[in-house]
């Protein structure tokens, strides 16, 4: 229950096409929802990051869309270029106990082709 | 540059040995999380501290254990390491403890590797 699922593993898209990653929660107490862009041997990097309340987000390129009801939400990156080539995290957080608990999805290696 | 810092930037140690990561905060910052990531595993959270006090804790090992000092720098302290500890070990930081403050920044890991 408290499991994100993120798939795909791994994603290849041509320059200036969309890269769609999906991510789906079971617990519903999780009511923050970050997405991570990790480039190799760096730490993540919060990129965009969505509330329960709110059905879509964009951020230039980037974009979350959010189904409460299925719980489910996917990151869009429009225009995708080979500087976003990287590794992309989907999170789900919620305050637990006093404290603040974060689960990440598996990853999702991006490679954007030139 | 997230503001975050972690010394050291790697560590090799032998198994059944004992070590220390240490993590410094964004200025302002009162929470420190500390996550493990690793191939098989994932970035997975272990530990938060707000202002010294423990304030949840995820999939952390008994053999493991974290503490946040006054000037709110945290160390991670692993002992008696075995070779499944190899990762990389990362700590973020936030303003809170998850009210207004959810976004975490962070640090750029600490590579841990247990020969």
């Known amino acids: 229950q408290q499991q994100v699922k993120q798939s795909p593993q791994s994603l290849i898209v041509q320059k200036g096409g969309i890269s769609i990653i999906n991510c789906a929660y079971e617990n519903t107490a999780f009511d923050y929802f970050p997405w991570y862009q990790q480039f190799p041997g760096k730490g993540p990097a919060l990129l965009i990051a969505?509330?329960?309340?709110?059905s879509e987000k964009k951020e230039g390129r980037f974009t979350i869309s959010f189904n409460k009801s299925a719980k489910q939400f996917s990151l869009h990156i429009m225009d995708s270029q080979p500087g976003d080539s990287a590794t992309y995290f989907c999170a789900a957080s919620m305050v637990n106990t006093g404290g603040f608990k974060t689960i990440f999805g598996a990853g999702t290696r991006l490679f954007v082709k030139a | 540059d997230s503001g975050v810092t972690q010394t050291p930037k790697h560590l090799i140690t032998a198994t059944g040995q004992r070590v220390t990561l240490r993590c410094s905060p964004r200025?302002?910052?009162?929470?420190v999380y500390w996550y493990q990531q690793s191939l098989d595993q994932g970035l997975q959270f272990l530990i938060q501290y707000y202002n010294g006090e423990e304030r949840a804790k995820g999939n952390i090992l008994e053999r493991f254990s974290a503490q946040q000092f006054p000037d709110l720098h945290s160390e991670l302290n692993l002992s008696s390491l075995e070779l499944g500890d190899s990762a990389l070990y990362f700590c973020?930081?936030?303003?809170?403890?998850?009210?207004?403050?959810?976004?975490?920044?962070f640090g750029p890991g600490t590579r841990l590797t247990v020969t």
């Open positions: 200025s302002g910052d009162l929470s």
């Open positions: 969505i509330r329960p309340d709110v």
């Open positions: 973020a930081s936030s303003v809170d403890a998850g009210g207004a403050g959810y976004e975490q920044y």
